[in-house]
């Protein structure tokens, strides 16, 4: 792999709720994607799940026609997924499946889903098999990679003060004993996440506004906060609605 470009200095973007904030990051994606394959390449896209991720995922499904969009040319990833049955409610693919692939008729060949309980014998087989897939069929560097933020500042399944924040080589991984459940989860690492164009926090709510503030505030390391350890090569934001901006 080649040595990591520039990074992009956070910025922060401002909407007035939820509902907006939705619309403006289903926007801009589409806007990227666009970009992208106008210039001739196949965006890789990295997907996430949480509230208003899912509110996102409706509006690119309303959105998308109008974009001139190939939605049969974007390739999609995720961030992490829960460790659970295929057909279970808790998986993010089933989430984005809802809102967004099915509804907007995106190819099943697009979607690099992890693995569930049914596909890998634990937690550290299923993170293994997607590395390979990542390996295999992965970008050089993702265009775009979307994170929703916990309230106690989590991305992905990367917890504050987990082992797996110190990962330099693997590109995924199992965990075991996530603090919020399910416990076991298979998550990106910041090896993988790292290679992005463009890295994007989606975050709305009072609850969150604690997080983000934290995140901001010089000195905080990705130990306290997992957030502050990612940048993208052209573009980091963070895309908030009022509530969740209400402590910068
Ligand atoms: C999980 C969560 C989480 C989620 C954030 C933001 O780890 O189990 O799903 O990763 O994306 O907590 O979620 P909201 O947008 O719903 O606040």
């Known amino acids: 792999m080649s040595p990591l470009p520039e990074r992009a200095a956070p910025r922060v973007e401002v909407h007035p709720d939820a509902h907006a904030l939705a619309t403006a990051i289903a926007g801009e994606l589409l806007h990227r994607l666009s970009d992208a394959q106008a210039a001739g390449r196949t965006p890789h896209v990295v997907l996430t799940g949480g509230t208003i991720a ?3 995922h409706h509006e690119l499904t309303r959105l998308a026609p ?5 939605l049969g040319e974007v390739e999609l990833w995720f961030g992490d997924e829960r460790f659970v049955g295929g057909e279970d409610a808790d998986r993010n693919v089933g989430q984005v499946r809802r809102a967004f692939l099915d509804p907007a008729g995106v190819p099943a060949r697009r979607v690099h889903a992890m693995p569930a309980t049914e596909d890998a014998s ?3 087989a299923a993170a293994a098999s ?3 897939e990542l390996a295999e069929h992965g970008p050089e560097e993702f265009d775009v990679v979307m994170f929703g933020v916990g309230p106690d ?7 504050p003060g987990f082992p797996q924040l110190a990962e330099e080589t693997a590109t995924v991984l199992g965990v075991r004993d996530a603090p919020k459940p399910p416990p076991e989860r298979v998550t990106l690492t910041y090896p993988a996440l790292r290679r992005a164009r463009a890295v ?3 975050v709305s709510g009072e609850g969150k506004a604690e997080a983000v503030a934290t995140a901001h505030a ?3 390391t990705k130990e306290q906060i997992p957030a502050v350890g990612l940048t993208g090569t052209e573009d980091t934001r963070w895309f908030l ?3 969740a901006a209400s402590r910068l």
Do not use: E
């Not at 109008?66 to 190939?70: E, K, L, N, P, Y």
């Not at 500042?153 to 917890?159: K, V, Y």
């Open 122 to 124: 634990d937690v550290d």
């Open 153 to 159: 500042g989590h991305i992905a399944s990367l917890f």
């Open 54 to 56: 899912d509110a996102m």
């Open 241 to 243: 609605d009022r509530d």
């Open 218 to 220: 010089p000195g905080t």
């Open 66 to 70: 109008a974009s001139g969009v190939d």
């Open 130 to 132: 997607y590395a390979q």
């Open 200 to 202: 994007w926090f989606l």
